[in-house]
């Protein structure tokens, strides 16, 4: 079975600050993970996934994300922020080789402050 | 970019009507999902498809829920007699064939109100 843990439903950064996103998971196999994003009144877009290989994994707007297996996470960074990132951040995980479903995190609301 | 795309956006029904939620997937996408996600709560996975039958669903997805590929294109949710809990957005996603870290893409949600 798999779950993701996103502690916390706010987070507020000013612009150009470092945005952190902290999601950990659990996973009975090896597991595929990815961030979304979903704007007001809008889909879930992917930002960036992690399958094998590489553990820092780069996205599209500037954000990227460390796959650390000892700790179980997938946090999500961006250096500078932007106001254009401010939106709702879903971390989800699929367990590996397999069509499988997303397990979706309740999400993270972040603001940019101008 | 290839999109994922959903009729209605918002769809308002009394309880007990039946409502059917529609999507196109992207067109050589194989694999097929529906999710909800019910006013701040999390996105909940309810049922994948695959050559034509379920591959996976979830508790959520009960008898009163059904799924069809009626042709080519379309992908449908049905609900046959709606409750007020049902009130949710529904999220259709397909993915391609290939390889298995292929990602969902998701379309834009219906937007389900039960009164």
């Known amino acids: 079975a798999q779950s993701v843990t996103q502690l916390g439903s706010h987070v507020s950064v000013s612009e150009g600050a470092l945005v952190l996103l902290r999601c950990n998971y659990s996973?009975?196999?090896?597991?595929?993970l990815f961030w979304y994003v979903q704007y007001p009144n809008q889909g879930l877009q992917l930002l960036l996934k992690?399958?094998?290989?590489?553990?820092l994994v780069k996205g599209i707007n500037g954000f990227e994300a460390e796959f650390k297996k000892s700790e179980t996470s997938f946090h999500l960074t961006k250096p500078s922020a932007h106001m254009s990132d401010a939106a709702e951040y879903f971390c989800?995980?699929?367990?590996?080789?397999?069509?499988?479903?997303?397990?979706f995190g309740k999400g993270i609301t972040l603001s940019v402050r101008p | 970019e290839p999109e994922v795309t959903q009729t209605p956006s918002h769809q308002v029904t009394q309880m007990g009507q039946e409502v059917i939620l529609r999507c196109v997937p992207i067109s050589n996408h194989l694999y097929f999902y529906w999710y909800r996600q019910i006013l701040g709560q999390k996105v909940e996975f309810l049922v994948s498809f695959y050559n034509n039958e379920i591959s996976e669903k979830s508790e959520i997805f009960d008898d009163q829920f059904s799924v069809e590929r009626p042709d080519g294109s379309n992908f449908t949710l049905k609900i046959r007699s709606t409750k007020l809990e049902d009130s949710a957005m529904y999220f259709c996603?397909?993915?391609?064939?290939?390889?298995?870290?292929?990602?969902?893409?998701f379309g834009d949600g219906t937007r389900l109100s039960i009164l």
């Open positions: 992690y399958t094998t290989g590489a553990t």
């Open positions: 989800a995980v699929a367990p590996s080789g397999a069509n499988s479903k997303l397990t």
């Open positions: 996603a397909s993915r391609g064939r290939g390889l298995q870290n292929q990602p969902q893409h």
């Open positions: 996973s009975s196999v090896p597991p595929y």
